[in-house]
């Protein structure tokens, strides 16, 4: 087999090992299940492109990782203005009697910034260190831990709403 045939091989290898976590963290990042299939897509391009610099990180699944997360706050920086939310949805499907922990997870993750987000995912999520966020995210240790208490003080403001509109007090 000749050096580029392996190379290429070692690529597809690690691209197909590393989706599947890719799309969760996507879709834990951005609540969509298209958007997230696109950010995919961009990180493992990026991936293949800078395969040379990925296969000789220390960590070439973080690094992989850094390069998802990237793309969703390039994303939603590049389409903050393009796409307003709004309360109530012309079309809605059927919803349940009782919403699923994970629905009222999504929706509660929806209600955070986006930075606060990808803080959450990483650290909780993904099971990072604040030093790990803090560099995937390229911003201070301390920036991480203040955005952590924020965000979990969101998470448990929105999620409690959710426990009593249930009647699960």
């Known amino acids: 087999m000749s050096v580029r045939a392996r190379r290429e091989a070692e690529t597809e290898e690690f691209l197909r090992a590393v ?12 609540g969509d299940h298209h958007l997230a299939e696109d950010l995919v ?11 040379g610099k990925v ?4 960590h070439p699944q973080a690094y992989a990782r850094a390069i998802l997360t990237r793309a969703y706050l390039s994303h939603v920086r590049l389409h903050r203005t ?8 012309p079309e809605r499907a059927a919803r349940s009697e009782e919403p699923t922990l994970r629905l009222a997870l999504a929706q509660a993750l929806a209600q955070l910034t986006p930075k606060e987000r990808a803080v959450v995912v990483l650290r909780y999520w993904e099971d990072r260190s604040v030093e790990e966020t803090a560099k995937e995210l390229r911003i201070s240790q ?7 208490l924020r965000a979990l003080a969101k998470l448990r403001t929105a999620l409690e709403s959710e426990r009593e509109a249930l009647g699960e007090r």
Do not use: D, M
């Open 19 to 30: 989706s599947p976590r890719l799309f969760r963290t996507a879709l834990l990042l951005c």
């Open 41 to 51: 897509q961009t990180a493992l391009g990026k991936i293949y492109v800078s395969w």
């Open 55 to 58: 296969s000789r990180a220390e």
């Open 82 to 89: 393009r796409e307003r939310p709004v309360a109530h949805l």
């Open 142 to 148: 301390g920036n991480v831990r203040v955005r952590a």
